[in-house]
């Protein structure tokens, strides 16, 4: 039997949970389910408190991928601005961890799938910056289903295997100045990014959440299948 390829799911830092005493580092549940019906096998990524970046490319690069899940905002600090009445109180821990998270996948070439603000921050990493609130548009981005349209010729595009489909998706903010390297790969009707790519990273990014329909919709199962076949290969490599 092939074994699981080791999957990074980089942990979001809870001040309390109801089963544990203090604090944790904890994951999507529909996250490691999605990866785990990928043929992957899903590990919490923890971040140390004040040594998030010490040895963190050694300890990633033991992965075969990174999955830098969704969360809270990111603060506007990190891309020059200020913050807006709309923004949530940001977590300078959380921030700092996964924009070096971020900034690693692209330097070592990890293969990795960034999911809604782990697009943003694989932005801000790069240097972009975020609109900090979306407009209303015809499109339900904050809690709803609405198409979007990868762009022909894409990694993207090759992977999904459709011109339109449908996603889940929870966000009010998004990519606006493009970060070093990144190309957008989909569209939503209203204008809105929503997946990048990076020129030479192994890295697919989206706004949207595959992990909450991909027991149902191929599109979203084809990017977690696409992670784990991309993690698959670089541990056969490195074998």
Excluded at 208 to 216: F, I, K, M, R
């Amino acid at each position: 039997m092939t074994a699981r390829p080791l999957i990074a799911v980089i942990g979001r830092r809870a001040p309390s949970v109801d089963i544990l005493r203090f604090s944790a580092t904890v994951a999507a549940e529909a996250m490691c389910e999605a990866v785990y019906a990928a043929g992957g096998e899903p590990a919490v990524f923890h971040g140390p408190a004040r040594r998030t970046v010490v040895g963190l490319g050694e300890r990633l690069s033991a992965f075969g991928g990174v999955l830098l899940p969704g969360g809270a905002d990111l603060s506007p600090e990190s891309y020059g601005q200020e913050r807006a009445p709309e923004t949530e109180e940001p977590s300078a821990f959380q921030d700092a961890f996964d924009l070096a998270v971020a900034s690693c996948v692209v330097e070592l070439g990890l293969p990795t799938l960034a999911v809604c603000r782990g697009m943003q921050v694989l932005n801000v990493a790069l240097g972009g910056s975020l609109v900090q609130h979306l407009s209303e548009s015809s499109v339900g981005h904050r809690n709803g289903h609405h198409e979007v349209a990868p762009v022909p010729g894409t990694r993207l595009h090759e992977v999904v295997g459709a011109h339109r489909f449908t996603v889940s998706s929870y966000h009010h903010q998004a990519v606006d100045r493009l970060g070093e390297g990144l190309v957008v790969t989909a569209v939503s009707d209203d204008g809105c990014i929503e997946a990048l790519e990076h020129h030479h990273a192994n890295v697919i990014a989206v706004q949207w959440h595959p992990e909450d329909l991909h027991a149902t919709s191929r599109h979203d199962a084809a990017l977690f299948d696409d992670l784990v076949a991309r993690a698959r290969e670089r541990e056969e490599a490195a074998a």
